[in-house]
């Protein structure tokens, strides 16, 4: 019913800066929270950053003051600007969403397939 697609990971070395993006399509009434997650190899999946649908944002602290998540409610599509990569941000990145399907159901969680984001020192 609801897919999310995400894109823009690849490799990178070390200080550079990647994009990724999150589209959200299906059967859709209304979105609120949208997040990224990341699991490194080896590791558990850990939450990076996450934004409302009025913009309010919070990060992991690890990742605050370099990525910056943005929104287009229009598109339902969420971003994640990452600056200064790290090697220890090699990891999986995971797009998140709370989907309302239906203005008389309560909200889901969806999950993306995820996208391979690799940081080369």
């Known amino acids: 019913q609801v897919q999310l697609v995400e894109s823009g990971g690849g490799l990178v070395q070390a200080g550079g800066s990647l994009r990724l993006s999150c589209a959200a399509s299906?059967?859709?009434?209304?979105?609120?929270?949208m997040s990224w997650y990341r699991q490194a190899p080896g590791k558990q999946r850990e939450y990076v950053a996450r934004?409302?649908?009025?913009?309010?944002?919070n990060y992991a602290d690890s990742v605050k003051g370099r990525f910056t998540i943005s929104r287009d409610n229009a598109k339902n599509t969420v971003y994640l600007q990452m600056n200064s990569l790290k090697s220890d941000d090699t990891a999986i990145y995971y797009c998140?969403?709370?989907?309302?399907?239906?203005?008389?159901?309560?909200?889901?969680?969806?999950w993306g397939q995820g996208t391979r984001v690799t940081v080369s020192s």
């Open positions: 998140n969403a709370d989907v309302k399907i239906s203005r008389w159901l309560g909200e889901r969680d969806y």
């Open positions: 299906g059967t859709i009434f209304s979105i609120n929270a």
């Open positions: 934004i409302t649908n009025s913009g309010s944002d």
